[in-house]
């Protein structure tokens, strides 16, 4: 069965450095998230991407905050100046069809550390 | 706006006995809404979703969970709790956006002792 995949699992940087989280989605789907949890809160919506634009952005997801798929499989998450409170799991996620009731695949979710 | 509240941050029952995570929302709009599953050390995975079609709704792994717009809640059942049940359960909404931003609650951990 296919599956979101998410690299690397686990991530240590110190404050100040940027990261770059990265997401293969599945191969059909269209519609992509990235969704945080920092420890001990909820998982919470950061930003959807469709037709390579943002179609949504929480208040989270600032200046420090941007996605892409440089090509035809990955999709990226970079912060470019990391804070402490960056530290959270990042999940992304992906969807085969537009609208609010379809379902969203989620990949394993990667830690970031930040120092 | 849109919102997700679950009580109970843990769970515990015995092997064989009723599992009941509950999850109320708040929404303005018709909402949709999803139960999630998290094993250790994988992504969530779909355990059944209401899309304004039947009110009970039946999932994956003998979940059910019923819609009762009356009491604004969406609470996850299944008779009878086995091991391998033991995991992180997440209630989500969505509907207000149409950009399939999902709201969720703060998560329920089910612990299912022999």
């Known amino acids: 069965e296919p599956e979101v995949t998410q690299t690397p699992s686990h991530q240590v940087t110190q404050m100040g450095q940027e990261v770059i989280l990265r997401c293969v989605p599945i191969?059909?789907?269209?519609?992509f998230y990235w969704y945080r949890q920092i420890l001990g809160q909820k998982v919470e919506f950061l930003v959807s991407?469709?037709?390579?634009?943002?179609?949504?952005k929480s208040e989270i997801f600032d200046d420090q905050f941007s996605v892409e798929r440089p090509d035809g499989s990955n999709f990226t998450l970079k912060i470019r100046s990391t804070k402490l409170e960056d530290s959270a799991m990042y999940f992304c996620?992906?969807?085969?069809?537009?609208?609010?009731?379809?379902?969203?695949?989620f990949g394993p979710g990667t830690r970031l550390l930040v120092l | 706006a849109q919102s997700v509240t679950q009580l109970g941050s843990h769970v515990s029952v015995s092997e064989g006995a009723l599992v009941l995570l509950r999850c109320n929302y708040s929404s303005s709009v018709p909402p949709y809404l999803f139960w999630y599953v998290q094993y250790p050390n994988q992504g969530l995975q779909l355990l059944l979703k209401y899309t304004s079609a039947a009110t009970l709704v039946k999932g994956i792994n003998g979940f059910e969970a019923e819609f009762k717009k009356s009491e604004t809640s969406f609470h996850l059942t299944k008779p009878s709790a086995h091991m391998s049940d033991a995991a992180e359960y997440f209630c989500a909404v969505s509907g207000s956006s149409n950009t399939g931003k999902l709201i969720f609650g703060q998560g329920t951990t089910l612990q299912v002792k022999p």
């Open positions: 191969s059909n789907h269209l519609y």
């Open positions: 996620a992906s969807g085969k069809d537009r609208g609010d009731q379809e379902t969203q695949y």
């Open positions: 991407f469709y037709n390579n634009e943002i179609s949504e």
